[in-house]
């Protein structure tokens, strides 16, 4: 079963423009993380922010978690071409964790 | 994190017949996951695989069609049993490492 459910399903930018997509989820969490994947590709875990944390940072790159909305955000800032590519949340079960539906990315030139 | 080397990156099938996928982990782990994801769409986990066990399988997927091994801690693979178009996805292993999982780059399976 899927937890986590992006919006939105789809993000087109201009280059240079922050990027907002947003997760909302059912259940209690432990931690929320957030993953990218190119085209198809194998995914790369970008961050993981923690259930007694409400924000946190990594380069470009910003989650806020708000476990009273059962919600998450990610912020990339000054999108590059390199950024296009599907996110996706994913929320920690027992020995597992579940992934969203996605959020797809372009960066336009 | 750990490195995973998964092959083969992609294949073209005939129906019926069964495409067995390797994943190889650059250390030991406890659990290796298998997942599919399907065009377009999110990743959906398929089984859990445990060395020395048999693997867990999520609700709508079946061990005779998805039959795994786990003869060590550094290896598993996944068996797509008797294809069908249907079972034309991206199919990815997973080990849990640090402070997330690592993927591995994913087997693009066509059925025709």
């Known amino acids: 079963s899927q937890q986590g459910e992006e919006d939105p399903q789809a993000l087109s930018i201009q280059e240079g423009e922050n990027a907002t997509m947003n997760c909302s989820y059912k259940?209690?969490?432990?931690?929320l993380q957030w993953y990218r994947q190119n085209s198809g590709r194998g995914l790369v875990h970008l961050i993981l922010?923690?259930?007694?944390?409400r924000e946190k940072h990594s380069g470009r790159l910003r989650v806020t978690l708000d476990t009273s909305k059962k919600s998450s955000s990610l912020l990339i800032t000054a999108s590059r071409a390199a950024d296009t590519a599907s996110y996706f949340c994913?929320?920690?079960?027992?020995?597992?964790?579940?992934f969203g539906k996605g959020t797809r990315l372009h960066i336009l030139p | 994190s750990a490195v995973i080397s998964q092959k083969p990156s992609r294949d073209i099938c005939q129906r019926g017949t069964s495409l067995t996928i390797q994943c190889q982990v650059d250390?030991?782990?406890?659990?290796m996951f298998w997942y599919r994801q399907q065009p377009g769409q999110s990743l959906t986990l398929i089984a859990t695989?445990?060395?020395?066990?048999?693997?867990?399988?999520e609700s709508g997927f079946v061990i005779d069609k998805f039959p795994i091994s786990r003869p060590n801690l550094t290896f598993s693979t996944l068996t797509v049993s008797n294809m069908s178009p249907e079972d034309s996805s991206i199919y990815l292993c997973?080990?849990?490492?640090?402070?997330?999982?690592?993927f591995g780059s994913g087997t693009r399976l066509t059925v025709v």
């Open positions: 922010i923690r259930s007694n944390e």
């Open positions: 994913a929320t920690d079960e027992p020995n597992k964790i579940i």
């Open positions: 259940t209690s969490i432990n931690n």
């Open positions: 695989a445990n060395q020395g066990s048999e693997a867990t399988y």
């Open positions: 997973s080990v849990e490492k640090g402070f997330g999982y690592t």
């Open positions: 250390s030991q782990v406890t659990m």
